[in-house]
């Protein structure tokens, strides 16, 4: 983390001295390892919403659970669509707010593992559907539930377990696996759809339980959280677990710091009184719950699912022959660019990215709205072809940009938001709040492009045009930064546009630490203009 002052010497060796530590953590296996195992639970939520796009235009699907028109065949009216996509995130927010609660008591690792297991239920009720389109989508809100959990320990469990130069990364491989799983059920999709039987929707269904089992087995072989094992007295597990997955021994100084700073929040939070949930609306944390609340209903409200729901949907509606190709396309870009968001979540600044991102996706939605509303022709879009394949450009331009900065950068920025002791419960709500608005736009979307057509791509539009203002106001820089420093950045109310010349005071030793605990709390450099 640079320097950025040259007017005093103190604060130059200090921030030379968190250059070390971060030197001597490595890249290793058991790290990286931790991080693709976990982030199965986010290939898990790709699969479930990437397969059910595709599952509205295959033959038998719409003769078991859809309506039959003289004048259009089998069809899903608005609202039996909506309700079928938009169970699956209503389970996911009512799994996401208990989610937090069962991770405190079982640890991270049981509950990633019952929760991956417990979708299973879910995929079943779903295959046993035979003509009663309620019985699917019961099957889909019970998968939910598991889903939905795992998007709120998955991110925990990656940001307290990962050394800090890997956190961003691995944290973000969340998002990577979301794109994976999506991209992998719309080619599963593709391959099955022409089959004139069950088999054409059973099969990507039946698939689910090979992820489900992957994650739920796999995770059990992986270490606790270290700062999970630490608050629950196993300190000798938990600085093994820090050094195995830094590639350090047990005894090395980054080690040592980080036992130390994880001791003395912990002796911080002892020292007050019991802590409840609702202690997350007080003074103290009411601005950081508000930021992961905004962040994560964001990442809904930019628009992205609106592609992936419906892609199928509204790309037919352009006159293209297999709108089923499109969105192949559409979800390679995604996973593909997913890759490349990664190289920003580690060499750009969360803060840069975010509203640079938002701002390219307001241009996506401006010209995806005026071009269909005033360009493509609905009665007959095949002849207006330019019309759209502009459409399909700008949506492609649009998922660039959400796949290297909204995608991966929030599931990072809000698992590194809270202190320890309120992490499980603002996580869940955050987490919720992303699941209700997906549950909003996946049951009201159909009536609303009915009534409105491309228009509502403005309201997007605006939504990520608010957003990129929100992240310059009030989101802080916490590229490779400890949870403890971002801990500390926030009781110290540091200007979120001067964060990145923010740099911590690093203590010569344990015993330092003992003595002296303020050393943690940190200095802002004064930058070249005097502003702190």
């Known amino acids: 983390m640079g320097l950025f002052s040259k007017k005093s010497a103190a604060p130059q060796t ?3 001295d968190e250059i070390d530590l971060a030197a001597e953590q490595k890249v290793t296996f058991r790290a990286v390892f931790l991080g693709v195992v976990a982030s ?3 290939f898990m939520f790709g699969y479930v919403s990437g397969q059910i796009s595709g599952f509205f235009d295959m033959a038998d699907f719409g003769r078991r659970f859809g309506n039959y028109e003289d004048a259009n065949g089998w069809v899903f009216s608005a609202y039996r669509q909506g309700a079928i996509v938009a169970l699956l995130p209503a389970g996911a927010l009512l799994g996401s707010l208990v989610a937090g609660r069962i991770a405190d008591t079982l ?3 049981i509950a990633i593992s019952a929760s991956a297991l417990f979708s299973c239920i879910g995929t079943i009720i779903e295959i046993a559907s035979t003509t009663h389109w309620a019985q699917f989508a019961v099957g889909r809100l019970i998968t939910g539930v598991g889903i939905g959990a795992l998007s709120v320990v998955v991110p925990m469990y990656q940001s307290e377990s990962a050394p800090a130069i890997l956190r961003g990364i691995l944290v973000s491989c969340y998002q990577l696996f979301i794109t994976l799983g999506i991209w992998t059920a719309e080619m599963i999709n593709y391959g099955t759809h022409d089959l004139s039987n069950s088999a054409s929707w059973r099969i990507p269904n039946g698939i689910s339980f090979l992820w489900a089992l992957v994650l739920g087995g796999g995770i059990l072989f992986l270490p ?3 700062r999970y094992a630490y608050r629950v007295g196993r300190e000798d ?3 093994n677990t820090i050094a195995r997955l830094a590639g350090l021994e047990p005894s090395a ?3 040592n710091m980080q036992i130390d700073e994880i001791r003395m929040k912990l002796e911080e939070e002892k020292a007050g009184a019991d802590t409840k949930w609702y202690e997350i609306f007080g003074p103290a944390l009411l601005r950081r719950t508000l930021i992961g609340i905004i962040l994560q209903s964001g990442q809904q409200l930019t628009g992205a699912n609106f592609f992936f729901y419906y892609g199928t949907t509204i790309f037919k509606a352009t ?10 396309i559409l979800g390679s870009v995604n996973a593909g660019c997913t890759v490349a968001g990664l190289w920003v979540v580690k060499n750009v600044g969360r803060r840069k990215a975010l509203i640079g991102g938002a701002l ?3 241009m996506c939605f401006l010209v995806y709205s005026f071009v269909g509303h005033f360009v493509l022709d609905p009665l007959n879009p095949a002849s207006t072809p330019q019309a759209g394949n502009v459409l399909i450009v700008f949506s492609c331009f649009f998922i660039v940009a959400f796949a290297t900065t909204w995608g991966p950068l929030v599931w990072a920025v809000v698992a590194e938001l809270y202190p320890a002791r309120y992490r499980a419960p603002a996580m869940a709500l955050a987490t919720a709040s992303n699941w209700l608005w997906n549950f909003l736009m996946s049951l009201f979307t159909r009536p609303i492009t009915d009534s409105i057509g491309y228009f509502y791509g403005l309201v997007f539009a605006g939504c990520c045009l608010a957003l990129a203002a929100f992240v310059w106001l009030f989101v802080i820089e916490s590229k490779d930064r400890t949870l403890e420093e971002i801990e500390t950045m926030y009781n110290q109310k540091v200007s979120p546009r001067h964060s990145s010349h923010w740099h911590a005071d690093v203590p010569s030793g344990p015993r330092d630490a003992e003595e002296k605990p303020e050393v943690h709390s940190g200095s802002a450099t004064t930058s070249s203009h005097g502003e702190v």
Request: hydrophobic share 25%; net charge positive.
């Open 14 to 16: 200090q921030s030379q």
């Open 40 to 42: 199965v639970g986010g």
């Open 107 to 109: 640890g991270r690792r």
């Open 224 to 226: 606790e959280s270290p």
């Open 237 to 239: 597990e938990a600085r």
């Open 253 to 255: 100084r980054s080690v």
């Open 319 to 328: 006159g293209l022959s297999n709108s089923y190709v499109t969105q192949i």
């Open 360 to 362: 390219w996706m307001t």
